[in-house]
């Protein structure tokens, strides 16, 4: 069967080629491309026009807004029509889902980002939405995991938003924006050998970026069974896709132990409140015994028995008790046991694995068993989305990288070189002066011959923080917010200036690559 058929059908697609209409976009958006570069006399043939993509890592509510900001002081250079693709890990995908809501963002990106930043420094989401929000997951779906929890509650708070869209009814291939990839990381394959963790999620395609298997995002979620649509299931909607793209709780009992030391009010007002809703939102701090910190999450933190999958009856109960009770959902028992059985298991972001029962010699073994696969929060592995954009097909010639990061300021171009250099995959050596881990500078090029041309961008840095990135990093730490408006403000400003400040040094790198191709 054609490739293009192939995709028509719904099947299970293993191919390293561009999905059709992914291709048919890149001719368009290469005339764009074309066009920006003339404004800036940068001259070369259209069939020669470089290919460069934009990464912003996670970061979380700073990544968000200052994506945002990068992305305004882009277009305000004239440079925004350069980009071909745009990919993002973490808090940068709600920047990400936001923008895609509204056709050709980047021809309006001012009015737009007014609009989104009204709405970040707004109203939340009333607990009565967002919980109706979570039983429609609940009820809707074959896998209910703390992804659809953390979409619930979480990711509202942050965006004040229920994003109820999905990634394809927002999306035309006439659109006049940098092609999006959304990415998060197989947990199975990243705890074993043998796997592909680097998992992408286009307009059109969802699938293992390296390895070349790919279903279409309409049909992503429902059951396969040989490479074959089994069951139909509701495509995702963009806010289980930021939630499972952010999940940065779902690996392990130590980051649960990370983010409970250093976000425990915010947490603690998210159970707060939950009790106030299930006594009808009457509860008060003065007639309620206050829930202890270690109370909140000794609920999530419960030792679960490996071979009969219980509880002690009293977390069981709370759980339970947490989705309005049996008579409210309608639902059995049972369920309630395996709502409670994911939480006391950690299961992130489970859906059915499309590959399952697959033989194909092309495809890593250990991905074709699991009827199941778990897509987390792919900063956990790598905090940039490199490998959505290293697949040789996409022929990229330029990554500007911007990092969101916390901790050390180069962790993602280091990891991403050393993952490339064992897999064979052409990137530049990465060499960093010693002194410079935590007085970074604001803009790093690494070249390299037959690979492409990466520059790397630190939020905070000693020139748009006064010397001091140090203190910038701990005031706006990842987990920090939601931001008020004058928080928004200050990170946007400093984000900006990374764009603004390194412009001609932007277009020297770009006019290097239009030349060298």
């Known amino acids: 069967m054609s490739a293009s058929k192939l995709q028509e059908s719904g099947d299970v697609r293993i191919a390293h080629s561009l999905h059709t209409k992914e291709e048919e976009f890149v001719v368009k958006r290469r005339e764009i491309v074309f066009q920006s570069l003339q404004k800036h006399e940068i001259h070369c043939s259209q069939n020669k026009v470089p290919h460069i993509a934009l990464l912003s890592s996670g970061g979380g509510q700073r990544a968000t807004v200052g994506l945002l900001e990068c992305l305004v002081q882009l277009d305000k250079a004239g440079l925004l029509d350069c980009i071909l693709y745009l990919s993002g890990?973490?808090?940068?995908?709600?920047?990400?889902?936001?923008?895609?809501?509204?056709?050709?963002?980047?021809?309006?990106?001012?009015?737009?980002?007014?609009?989104?930043?009204?709405?970040?420094?707004?109203?939340?989401?009333?607990?009565?939405?967002?919980?109706?929000?979570?039983?429609?997951y609940y009820n809707g779906k074959d896998f209910f995991s703390l992804t659809d929890i953390w979409a619930a509650i979480v990711v509202t708070t942050y965006m004040?938003?229920?994003?109820?869209?999905?990634?394809?009814?927002?999306?035309?291939?006439?659109?006049?924006?940098?092609?999006?990839?959304?990415?998060?990381?197989?947990?199975q394959s990243k705890q074993e050998e043998g796997g592909d963790p680097w998992f992408e999620i286009s307009p059109h395609e969802a699938g293992y970026s390296l390895s070349g298997a790919f279903v279409e995002t309409s049909n992503f979620g429902s059951q396969f069974d040989n490479g074959s649509k089994k069951k139909h299931q509701a495509e995702i909607d963009m806010l289980y896709l930021q939630a499972m793209c952010s999940s940065a709780l779902a690996d392990g009992e130590a980051t649960w132990k990370w983010i409970k030391a250093i976000s425990v009010p915010e947490i603690k007002s998210v159970f707060d409140k939950m009790e106030q809703d299930q006594s009808g939102g009457n509860a008060s701090r003065t007639t309620q015994e206050p829930v202890g910190e270690d109370e909140c999450y000794q609920e999530l933190l419960n030792p679960v028995d490996a071979e009969t999958l219980t509880l002690e009856q009293s977390s069981r109960t709370k759980l339970t008790d947490l989705f309005g009770g049996q008579k409210q959902f309608g639902q059995t028992a049972d369920k309630h046991k395996k709502t409670a059985r994911c939480i006391a298991q950690r299961i992130w972001g489970r859906n059915y694995n499309f590959l399952h029962n697959m033989t194909d010699e092309s495809v890593p073994a250990a991905l074709l068993q699991k009827e199941t696969r778990d897509l987390i929060d792919a900063g956990l592995l790598i905090n940039s989305p490199y490998f959505?954009?290293?697949?040789?097909?996409?022929?990229?010639?330029?990554?500007?990288?911007?990092?969101?990061?916390?901790?050390?300021?180069?962790?993602?171009?280091?990891?991403?070189?050393?993952?490339?250099?064992?897999?064979?995959?052409?990137?530049?050596?990465?060499?960093?002066?010693?002194?410079?881990?935590?007085?970074?500078?604001d803009f790093y090029v690494f070249e390299g011959q037959n690979a492409p041309t990466v520059i790397h961008i630190p939020l905070f840095n000693v020139v748009n923080c006064g010397g001091k990135p140090g203190d910038w990093r701990k005031k706006y730490g990842i987990l920090k917010g939601p931001y008020s408006a004058e928080m928004i403000t200050e990170v946007m400003g400093v984000a900006g200036k990374n764009i603004s400040n390194n412009r001609e040094k932007l277009l020297e790198q770009i006019r290097a690559v239009a030349e060298a191709k």
């Open 388 to 441: 959505s954009v290293l697949r040789k097909e996409r022929n990229i010639d330029l990554i500007i990288a911007l990092d969101y990061s916390d901790g050390d300021p180069f962790t993602t171009v280091r990891e991403a070189a050393k993952t490339c250099k064992k897999l064979k995959i052409p990137f530049p050596e990465v060499n960093i002066p010693s002194d410079e881990g935590k007085k970074p500078k």
């Open 89 to 136: 890990v973490s808090g940068s995908t709600w920047c990400m889902a936001s923008l895609y809501q509204e056709p050709d963002w980047s021809t309006k990106l001012e009015t737009v980002k007014d609009n989104i930043i009204k709405r970040l420094s707004g109203p939340g989401v009333s607990w009565g939405d967002a919980f109706a929000k979570l039983k429609k």
């Open 160 to 187: 004040k938003e229920i994003d109820e869209h999905t990634l394809t009814d927002k999306w035309s291939q006439l659109g006049k924006d940098p092609f999006p990839i959304y990415t998060a990381t197989d947990k």
